[in-house]
Each structure stands twice: as structure tokens, then as C-alpha cells.
């Protein structure tokens, strides 16, 4: 199996998925090497109830008091009356600790949605980025997508999601 379709399956199996990445090609005159595309670079993406929530974030590393996230979440499919939530964490893992700042937009439509107000992490630390799709109905089922490992210990779902912060 080539290293693309390698890269290929195993996005697929950890439910990522781009239909925009396209591999990059590079080498010397006379000679050819492909390389398959970063999954750093593609989408957090999952999907449920006919709803496809795909997170992005920038940047992958910073320093403390100068670096400001950026959050985009885009929702494709049958989008209902609903809220999208974004967290922004330094915690070790979902079950500790409390977001640095959680904010909220009301949405009923297909769409691309930023995070409201800009954050700028104060301190170094692996900040984590959390999407949650919280349709309004008690029948619809909510999504997250998130960077935050489940346990303290366990890698992050989806490392693109998680921005490397240094001191000052």
C-alpha cells in the first residue's frame, strides 16, 4: 500500500475526511516523490442525524500574550434551529478543568461560523479546541468535535485542534 493510501485510510478510520486535499508533489529534475497530505491541515469532521460539523483552527503553535486563535466551524447537511458552542481549554483532558472561554451562536441554516470574539492565550500550554453542535429540538442528537483528549493520558482525537503555546 502506498504511504497515500496509507494516509488516506487512516483518515478515514479516525473519521476525518477532505475532499479539497490534494497531495503535494516534489523532487529533484528526473525524479518524482509524492507525498500524501498533512492531516494536520485537513478539518476536524464528524456528522450525525444528516448534520456534518468540520472545525478548523489556526495556529499550531504561539507564544503567550501575542498569539490569537482563530476557530471556524462549518455545518453542511439538514441544520436545524441550534447553537453552535466553542471552547477553547488548557486542561489535560475533557474530564478536568473547566474551558479558559466558552461562546456561543445561535444557527438555522447551513454555513461557515467563527468563534465571536478573538482569544489570545495568556500562558503556555496545549490549548484545545472544542465545537459542539447543540440542536434546540430534544429529538436531535448534539456533535462535538474537539481536540481535548477523553482522559488524561490518551492522545487528542484530532490533534489539528490543538494549538502549542510558549512562554513569552
Same mark, same amino acid.
Given at each position: ?32 516523490? &509524492? &507525498? ?65 472561554? &466558552?461562546?456561543?451562536?445561535?444557527? *438555522? ?12 492565550? *495568556? ?20 456533535? *462535538? ?24
Amino acid at each position: 500500500m502506498t504511504s497515500a493510501l496509507l494516509s488516506a485510510a487512516l483518515l478515514a478510520a479516525a473519521g476525518c475526511s477532505s475532499s479539497t486535499s490534494t497531495p503535494t508533489t516534489t523532487g529533484a529534475p528526473g525524479s518524482t516523490t &509524492t &507525498t500524501a497530505p498533512n492531516p494536520l491541515d485537513l478539518p476536524a469532521t464528524g456528522s450525525v442525524d444528516g448534520v456534518t460539523l468540520s472545525v478548523t483552527s489556526s495556529p499550531l503553535t504561539g507564544v503567550a500574550g501575542t498569539t490569537t486563535m482563530h476557530v471556524n466551524a462549518q455545518l453542511t447537511g439538514s441544520v436545524t434551529a441550534s447553537h453552535l458552542v466553542f471552547q477553547i481549554s488548557d486542561a489535560p483532558s475533557a474530564e478536568s478543568g473547566r474551558p479558559a472561554t &466558552t461562546q456561543q451562536v445561535s444557527v *438555522s441554516h447551513p454555513g461557515t461560523f467563527s468563534l465571536p470574539t478573538a482569544f489570545h492565550p *495568556s500562558k503556555a500550554g496545549n490549548w484545545a479546541i472544542t465545537v459542539t453542535y447543540a440542536p434546540t429540538s430534544a429529538k436531535k442528537s448534539k456533535l *462535538s468535535v474537539s481536540g481535548l483528549p477523553p482522559k488524561v493520558g490518551l492522545p487528542a482525537p484530532f490533534p489539528q485542534l490543538v494549538t502549542v503555546i510558549t512562554a513569552g
